[in-house]
């Protein structure tokens, strides 16, 4: 995975990870992952041993971003604005601070029209 064009929301890397071919179009870049997708990614409670190796290999291959005060003050704001939940406004708010789309198949995030979000 090579570039930095999107951020990855944890439904992304879950079709990934299950070799959903709806990914194939973005795989030749490397994904921008929120410290939150991170967390639900590996969060599963009966998440396997091989399923927790696999996704760390590929959480690998992602720049995972952490939380920033500039990302937690866009989440407070999308928050105020729209109801969403705490998670799904800072994985929004990072797409949106680092201006770049949201990858996701999740159409709640259809709502955030001031930024990019594709769906899949």
């Given amino acids: 995975m090579s ?11 879950i079709n990934v990870h299950e070799g959903n071919p709806i990914t194939e179009p973005f795989l ?3 994904p921008i992952v929120s410290v939150i997708s991170e967390i639900e990614l590996l969060g599963w409670k009966n998440l396997s041993p091989n399923d927790k190796k696999k996704l760390n290999a590929l959480l690998n291959d ?3 971003m952490q939380l920033t005060p500039e990302i937690k003050d866009i989440a407070i704001a ?8 705490t ?3 800072i994985i929004a708010a990072t797409a949106k601070f680092l201006q770049l789309p949201l990858v996701t198949s999740d159409k709640g995030f259809r ?3 001031d930024m990019q979000i594709i769906l899949i």
């Fill in 87 to 89: 998670p799904d406004a």
């Fill in 62 to 64: 992602c720049i995972i």
């Fill in 78 to 85: 999308l928050k105020q604005q729209f109801a969403i939940k």
């Fill in 111 to 113: 709502k955030f029209t």
């Fill in 28 to 30: 030749d870049a490397t």
């Fill in 3 to 13: 570039g930095l064009n999107f951020v990855a929301d944890a439904n992304f890397l």
